[in-house]
């Protein structure tokens, strides 16, 4: 039989011993530390876990321990390992070398929590059937990471795998076989110490998320995706968002037929001076909001090729790139989008930008979308047909600074559902705007608010 009991130390400590006269054996170990927040040492004596089956949360949540000896577990039967030292948030060390993992199939928040942790070798862990390795190391301290000599054949989850590991400098990923893997969402998201990422195995055929993969990797200067082959991936939202030291990066393996969310996907890579995406294929993307916002040295942007038959939203997509001059959209395809808010906002140096083909029969909010361009000289609005249009708020707000006359064709906008009217032009230098509207009533309704809008002429077919 097993018995428990427990003596006072005397200051507000006690110890538990749970004891027998014949070794203690259970097939079910899960959660049985789980939340022992108070729980400082924990001695294994006569403790037999041969026939363990599951060691699933086993010491989650005790963030007292300051070190755990686990060197007499036998876990050859183990199947699950998830959670097994989540929030273990005061060990700096495990020796895991006894480990026998060649029957666990989940290793999902592992480690997860490990805060302290800046010493772990798992070079010896057998990973041939583990499909989850989900979260399994986020938030850990450590330096370095070796997993040269995991086997993730069977791996479908890597998602949030390193995510937090903000002291991590150097991690080895070799041999890692991606092929089964569909969620990479968060993997390295946070690792900001991390300057250099060899990712040169991985062919992730059946990757369908790559949401905020590399997000604020804000160390990061170069990334190998060589083989990166993405012929699934349907998201792709803020994938590479905050990486600000990645100088170049070559995506030309990607294949974004099925992508529909690029949202943010280069957003504040603010090193970047350019980025060739001519192989995209962005047929099937739904919203490009933030794309490129805050690539704030990008001089050179090549998205000649892209589709945006199916885009709703272009919100800040270009949101302070203030490097960049030209800018060629004539090709673009705008009948379905609904937003187009702040999406030039802050390009202060954009002299030629080509708008002539947009159609707009969607567009409902062009809040701020030209704020701060003050070196345009030109822009034609021509074909923007806008009887949705709701929020005009400051469209052209902070065109303050121009010293060239700048000439807006503005012959389709119909202004009758507009909100916020009066501060449309705030800001603008009028003596050198002038407007082409569509007919006399547009004409009369924009001096009325605007008395000093001196250069406003009736478009004539």
Known sequence: YIKGW???????????????????????????????????????NNFNTSEATTMQSMFSGCSSLTELNVSSFDTSNVIYMSGMFASCSNISSLDLQQFKTENVRNMSSMFNGCSSLNDLDVSQFNTEKVTSMQNMFIGCSLLELDLSSFNTISVTSMQGMFMDCKSLKIINLDHFDVTSVTSMYDMFRGCSSLEKLDLSSFVPISLTHANRMFWNCSSLQSINLEHFNTPQATTMAYMFSGCGSLISIDIHTFDTSNVTDMSGMFEGCNSLTSLELHTFNTSQVMYMSRMFSNCNNLTNLDIDNFNTLNVTKMDSMFYGCNSLTDLDLSHFNTSQVTTMATMFYGCNSLINLDLSSFYTPKLADVTYMFRGCSNLTKLDLGNFTTEGLIETNAMFFGMSNLSKKVEVNMKKFDFSKSTNLNNLFVGVNFSYFTIIVKDEATRDLLLERFPNLANVTVYNA
């Open 6 to 44: 427990i003596t006072d130390n005397n200051d507000e400590t006690y110890d538990l011993y749970i004891g027998s006269e014949a070794e203690i054996y259970s097939k079910n170990l899960q959660s049985i530390f789980f939340n022992m927040i108070g729980v400082q040492t924990i001695n294994f």
